[in-house]
Nanobody, 116 residues
């Protein structure tokens, strides 16, 4: 069984920074890609950033130039700078992992609130 656990969320003022972390644990034979999604109240979950096993990256237009995704084996990070109130959401880690079988896994989410 594979588990993803996020950390690093919190309350920050506009213009501030936060760094989210996600650690995958369990029986992991390979990681194909990891990503961050977010869901604001009343809105659909959206892709924020993704990174492949070859470290190729992809970002939502709304966060380009402000957020940076990085990966280290079974850990993925999201450095968020110049945060705006519209970045307020629950952020979820997602991973495409080969364990006993290949599957897509989700973390439980971490709240990010940008407010003065």
């Amino acid at each position: 069984q594979v588990q993803l656990v996020e950390s690093g969320g919190g309350l920050v003022q506009p213009g501030g920074s936060l760094r989210l972390s996600c650690v995958a644990s369990g029986t992991i034979l390979g990681v194909y890609g990891m990503s961050w999604y977010r869901q604001a109240p009343g809105k659909q979950r959206e892709l924020v950033a993704a990174i492949t096993s070859g470290r190729g990256t992809n970002y939502a237009d709304s966060v380009k130039g402000r957020f940076t995704i990085s990966k280290d084996n079974t850990k993925v990070y999201l450095q968020m700078n110049e945060l705006k109130p519209e970045d307020t959401a629950v952020y979820y880690c997602n991973a495409d992992i080969l364990g006993f079988s290949r599957g897509e896994y989700w973390g439980q989410g971490t709240q990010v609130t940008v407010s003065s």
